[in-house]
T-cell receptor
């Protein structure tokens, strides 16, 4: 069975600094996808970034980038130039190709401090 | 796109009552998903539909839970004989999937928060 583990329940960062959120996963599948979702307080979940396992290049979306280490089954999220609006719970999620369901980690609560 | 909408946003009920939630996906999205999220945890998959066909149900979904998507558009999730352990946020998501091995982004609604007293 696939599992996703986020070992940092809470993190904080000063505004404008860089922070990295960790995620590891376990799977025997070869065709899969990884995601980071953001859930601000009392607001709905939105996609931050996604990575296809077959792509060697790490995905980037503006201030957000990932470090995808396939052999180590690690998928960390780096947020550069942190902004107050980045304060949220961040979920790492896994899906294998053709499946419908996302498998989520436990989440990391990120607090950006002014 | 108006986004995924869910109704109601909040529901308080007494133990033993039945409740029904509705989800309206983004138009033209053929897949619709239901997840359950308890406080401080990641969402857990419940079930999903492709058009009107229910393709997968989680083993977490007891026989008190039933979901439908009768015309391949909106979906309902019903919980019969609610228990206090059913208290959670129920999230709906939708996606437009164009092929059997393709993975498309799931867009989430705001959720329905259920409190069972």
């Amino acid at each position: 069975a696939q599992t996703v583990t986020q070992s940092q329940p809470e993190m904080s960062v000063q505004e404008a600094e860089t922070v990295t959120l960790s995620c590891t996963y376990d799977t025997s599948e070869s065709n899969y996808y990884l995601f980071w979702y953001k859930q601000p307080p009392s607001r709905q979940m939105i996609l931050v970034i996604r990575q296809e396992a077959y792509k060697q290049q790490n995905a980037t979306e503006n201030r957000f980038s990932v470090n995808f280490q396939k052999a180590a089954k690690s998928f960390s999220l780096k947020i550069s130039d942190s902004q107050l609006g980045d304060t949220a719970m961040y979920f790492c999620a896994f899906m294998y190709g053709g499946a419908g369901k996302l498998i989520f980690g436990q989440g990391t609560t990120l607090q950006v401090k002014p | 796109d108006t986004g995924v909408s869910q109704d109601p946003r909040h529901k308080i009920t007494k133990r033993g009552q039945n409740v029904t939630f509705r989800c309206d996906p983004i138009s033209e999205h053929n897949r619709l998903y239901w997840y359950r999220q308890t406080l401080g945890q990641g969402p857990e998959f419940l079930t999903y539909f492709q058009n009107e066909a229910q393709l997968e149900k989680s083993r977490l979904l007891s026989n008190r839970f039933s979901a439908e998507r009768p015309k391949g558009s909106f979906s309902t999730l019903e919980i019969q004989r609610t228990e206090q352990g059913d208290s959670a946020m129920y999230l709906c998501a939708s996606s437009r999937t164009s092929g059997p091995l393709r993975v498309d982004t799931q867009y989430f609604g705001p959720g329905t928060r259920l409190t069972v007293l």
